[in-house]
């Protein structure tokens, strides 16, 4: 069985760099797109962004060039960063595996933006 | 961005009885390899969302078969033929066709 687990700073501050990685275990990252969904407590969903095994990536534009997500599979990790955070950044993360679907889904991180 | 729009966003139920969720969205879902990428995804309080279905009407494994997608275009529905109480959640449509990936409002399903 596949599972994914976020983890990082439950605390940013604003106009820092967020910073999370997804571990992946029960499976592997080859052949597969990697994501990062986020939601603001108590709202929708909004996808971020995903990374195929190999490298190639796909970013929300709604994030002004502010997301980087990059792959470790050797780690069997990806990781999230978005710089710049303001309090609008504040939500729980999730990772997940898929590209146009997402069957696995970490349990979800919250990341609060304060100072 | 495709906006996906959800109907209605609370869906008060009887227990037992059926429930149906609409989601439209703002440009057909159809993608030039001829698949429909519209996801539809149950989340219960406190926890992930859970996949129930993909391209419009395909169940995932586990998913109890009282639970149906249809739909085509920009018009796509989620049916539940009777209602349990471990339904309870809100239940998000999401269409991955045409990039940033979009999900509607949500619907909160409540007995």
């Known amino acids: 069985q596949v599972q994914l687990q976020e983890s990082g700073p439950g605390l940013v501050k604003p106009s820092e760099t967020l910073s999370l990685t997804c571990t992946v275990s029960?499976?592997?990252?080859?052949?597969?797109?990697w994501s990062w969904i986020r939601q603001p407590p108590g709202k929708g969903l909004e996808w971020i962004g995903y990374?195929?095994?190999?490298?190639?990536?796909n970013y929300n534009p709604s994030l002004n060039n502010r997301v980087t997500i990059s792959i470790d599979t050797s780690k069997k990790q990806f990781s999230l960063k978005l710089k710049s955070v303001t309090a609008a950044d504040t939500a729980v993360y999730y990772c997940?595996?898929?590209?146009?679907?997402?069957?696995?889904w970490g349990q979800g991180t919250l990341v609060t933006v304060s100072s | 961005d495709v906006v996906m729009t959800q109907s209605p966003l609370s869906l008060p139920v009887t227990l037992g009885q059926p429930a149906s969720i609409s989601c439209r969205s703002s440009?057909?879902?159809?993608?030039?390899?001829?698949?429909?990428?519209l996801n539809w995804f149950q989340q219960r309080p406190g926890q992930s969302p859970r996949r129930l279905i993909y391209?419009?009407?395909n169940r995932d494994p586990g998913v109890p078969d009282r639970f149906g997608g249809s739909g085509s275009g920009t018009e796509f529905t989620l049916k539940i033929s009777r209602v349990e109480a471990e339904d309870v959640g809100v239940y998000y449509c999401?269409?991955?066709?045409?990039?940033?990936?979009?999900f509607g409002q949500g619907t909160k399903l409540e007995i």
């Open positions: 999401m269409q991955t066709t045409h990039w940033p990936g979009t």
């Open positions: 440009q057909s879902l159809v993608h030039s390899d001829r698949n429909t990428y």
């Open positions: 391209k419009v009407s």
């Open positions: 029960g499976g592997s990252m080859s052949d597969y797109y």
């Open positions: 997940a595996r898929g590209q146009r679907g997402y069957i696995y």
């Open positions: 990374i195929y095994y190999m490298g190639t990536t």
